[in-house]
């Protein structure tokens, strides 16, 4: 026996959901390093209306490689490389309902850790995958006879984990992303790994958000 189920769209309610895709090439952009900043117009008259004062924010989608001729990326802060397998995303939009709680410091073991609270948070996952060098073909890169050429073809993709969270409406305001290390909750950045900790912002960044208006209660 099969089902097959209809999906039903309502046009009121999908008028209120809004993607929003935002890529960045660290070279060329004054506020770098883990931290990337853009406006956000409100799409339509529902974004500025004091009818809608809060939304729900999901990572769709999020992607970075390193520059063309950058062979050696790897994620860094102003400290050390790392290795990395999962981003605590953060956007500096009001939110009373997420927590990021350390536990990394002895000292913070009777204290029940360090919590972190406020303030869009999602985990993503990310992995590593072929995506071709400057050429457009993966072959070369892959095979190349040195291990330090070979990062040169790839990149690192990931999505939000669970439900969207419940945020203040961040239309018509400049945002900041960052890219965290959720266990040090420190920006972190793709740089040349021989280049050492604290190298320039090499990144190509990508996101993708969906946005739901929550209308005020009457």
Known sequence: ???????????????????????????????????????????????????????????????????????????????????????????????????????????????GGDNRMGGYRQLVPIEMKLIGNGAGGVGAAYDAPTAAAKPGAFGWFGHGVGDEILCGNPFGNKVIISNNMSYGDTPIWIGSAAAGAGAPDLGMYQYQFTITMVPNRP
């Not at 004091?50 to 992607?63: E, K, P, R």
């Not at 990395?84 to 990021?100: I, K």
């Open 1 to 111: 026996m099969s089902v097959n189920s209809v999906k039903v769209y309502s046009i009121d309610e999908e008028k209120l959901k809004f993607r929003v895709i935002v890529s960045f090439a660290a070279d060329l952009i004054l506020i770098d390093q883990g931290r990337y900043e853009f406006q956000l117009p409100p799409l339509t008259s529902f974004g500025n209306s004091g009818h809608y004062n809060s939304c729900v924010i999901n990572c769709d989608a999020f992607q970075v490689n390193s520059q063309v001729g950058t062979n050696d990326a790897c994620w860094m802060n102003n400290l050390a490389l790392h290795r990395l397998g999962a981003l605590e995303l953060r956007l500096d939009v009001p939110s009373s309902q997420t927590l990021n709680s350390l536990h990394i410091n002895p000292f913070f073991g009777n204290q």
